[in-house]
């Protein structure tokens, strides 16, 4: 079936640095959501793209959807230890005939104090 | 506002037994979706239900069944439970459809099949 690839699985930074996850579909997305899951916790919706090549930013974070419609990524600036958690994107795939999301599965941040 | 209640929040149960899960989303959110989380699996999506229809459904056996009650409350059912059901299942609740709405997620069930 279709699926969205999240890379990478696992991404160890040092406080300061910055963190990038991608998110890839072979087929056209329609819309694509972005979640955060704290360690023992649940997840938490970030944000929501829409148009081709839109940017959207909350603070340290920037969110870009490709040209295509099938690719997205989540860039974190200044990592700070309060980023740790699992980055999730699920999008919808155009003209699929289902109105479900698809989640990928999930980059795991770890933030180095 | 209260946010996304969901009980039991741990069950324990045999293999062959049967579970319900129950989900109150926050008012006048009229979605409710159920997801399966595991470690090796990610977030896999159950179905969705928007004003008491099923909308939306994945790719999981007929054992996996939910409702939705008239005041948006749901329940999810598992019959004849086997140990690889053991998962956190999430339920979330959106004002419209999941796909295009921002969806609430709640604690969560933790349920472990022995």
């Known amino acids: 079936g279709q699926q969205v690839m999240q890379i990478p699985q696992y991404q160890h930074v040092q406080e300061g640095e910055d963190f990038t996850t991608y998110c890839n579909s072979s087929t056209t997305l329609s819309n694509i959501q972005w979640y955060k899951q704290r360690p023992g916790g649940h997840p938490v919706f970030l944000i929501q793209l829409v148009k081709s090549g839109e940017v959207k930013k909350q603070k340290r974070l920037t969110f870009q959807f490709g040209e295509a419609k099938k690719n997205s990524s989540l860039h974190i600036t200044a990592t700070q230890t309060t980023d740790v958690g699992t980055y999730f994107c699920a999008g919808r795939f155009s003209g699929a005939g289902s109105y479900q999301l698809t989640f990928g599965k999930g980059t795991k941040l770890s933030v180095i104090p | 506002k209260a946010g996304v209640t969901q009980t039991p929040r741990y069950l324990i149960k045999t293999r062959g037994q049967q579970v319900t899960l129950s989900c109150s989303p926050i008012?006048?959110?009229?979605?409710v979706s159920w997801y399966q989380q595991t470690p090796g699996q990610g977030l896999q999506f159950l179905f969705e239900?928007?004003?008491?229809?099923?909308?939306n459904k994945g790719n999981f056996p007929g054992r996996f069944s939910g409702r939705q009650f008239s005041n948006s409350r749901s329940e999810m059912n598992v019959s004849t439970l086997e140990l690889g059901d053991s998962a956190l299942y999430l339920c979330a609740s959106s004002t419209g459809l999941a796909f295009a709405y921002e969806q609430y997620f709640g604690p969560g069930t933790r349920l472990t099949v022995t």
């Open positions: 239900y928007f004003s008491e229809t099923q909308r």
């Open positions: 008012s006048g959110h009229r979605s």
